[in-house]
């Protein structure tokens, strides 16, 4: 049995490519072994706190080995929860859209809450930067207007897939397979053998796990 994390960061639900490609996968996934199991985060619908003035006071306390403000420590105790609910899986499944050549706000709204020092990041002057989420897989599902991975000059603009391959490599993540389906900006066949070969490599990934 294995635990699968699945975090939808579109909003368009059954138009969304990136979610119809996702969905593919979870079925392999769950038709592989039916005691899998799978908890999807749909941030759209997930009531995220705001990464304000409390919660920032309190990671750098804990960056500096300080004692929070009785607010500061609450605030901290729901992004450490947050954080927990994250790690308690085996592997990991984002689907998302590129906007404005990057990932949507909620999604980056999510990691700035994840990405917490003692909790998904450490730091020493002798090592540097550790990632404390080791041994797990990751799969991105990553749904683009334009085909960005067609040239150099092209994935100069691509924020999308080297964004969220940097993150989660900091947070400790080796195993990060990607499934791009691009361009989804053209016409109905062209698009839908996209979805299909898109398909096949996100099914042959989730056989995997």
Known sequence: MSKLLYIEAS????????????????????????DNL????????????EFDGDRINAKYRVMHGENPSTDEAK?????TSIVEQFKNTDS?????PMWNFSIPYK????FDLICQPGLAWSFSPDT??????????ATLILARGGEYSSSAEA?????????????LGFIGFQD???????????????KQQTLITAKEQAVSIAKQL
């Open 11 to 34: 909003p368009r639900k059954d138009r969304s490519a990136s979610i119809e490609v996702a969905q593919s996968f979870v079925s392999a996934f769950q038709d592989e072994n039916p």
């Open 38 to 49: 799978v908890e999807t985060l749909d941030l759209w619908s997930l009531a995220l706190p």
């Open 75 to 79: 605030a901290w105790d729901e992004i």
């Open 92 to 96: 990991y499944l984002f689907s998302l």
């Open 107 to 110: 999604l980056k709204h999510y």
């Open 128 to 137: 540097g930067y550790q990632g404390l989420i080791t041994g797990k897989s």
């Open 155 to 167: 994935g100069a603009m691509d924020f999308q897939k080297t964004y969220m391959e940097m993150i």
């Open 176 to 190: 990060i397979q990607t499934v791009l389906i691009e361009p989804t900006l053209t016409d109905p066949e062209s």
